[in-house]
């Protein structure tokens, strides 16, 4: 099954000047060697603003660039839509971006893969799947 790699988990392999050898972080690099991963738009974006310097965000890019984004319709931003309400009447707050995370895994049988602790409670309203570091990961 290939794996929706949220910000977060991009973030922390990416965005640092030097990556920490945290189990997420040896994790993605596996799911990228298994060719597992896969990225939307505006994680896409997330990960690309707020870079301090333009060679910075040349280098970030590249690399993302490496990574084809899911092609997002009407249907994903309808659903995420539902689940912006469906997690509300539960008392459950997120991101438009979040849900949108939320109803592409859904759609597409992705699991998400984040170290955002939103998603579990996210997970705990919808039919989303979340991604578990391996043993040994």
């Known amino acids: 099954m290939n794996v929706l790699v949220d ?3 991009w973030s922390l392999a990416l965005r640092r000047n030097k990556p920490r050898g945290t189990a997420e972080e040896r994790e993605l690099t596996e799911l990228i060697r298994e060719g597992r991963v896969a990225i939307i738009g505006p994680i896409r974006q997330e990960l690309l603003s707020g870079v301090k310097t333009l060679a910075q965000f040349r280098t970030l890019r590249d690399r993302l660039r490496a990574f084809p984004d899911i092609e997002l319709g009407s249907e994903d931003f309808e659903e995420a839509a539902s689940y912006f309400n ?12 979040d849900f949108l995370i939320c109803a592409t895994a859904v759609r597409r049988g992705l699991t998400v893969f984040s170290t955002d602790a939103d998603f579990a409670h996210y997970a705990r309203v919808l039919r989303v799947k979340l991604h578990e570091v391996r043993k040994g990961g």
Do not use: D, E, I, P
């Not at 469906?86 to 971006?97: D, E, K, L």
């Open 86 to 97: 469906m997690c509300r009447a539960r008392g459950v707050q997120g991101s438009n971006t």
């Open 7 to 9: 910000t977060s988990v």
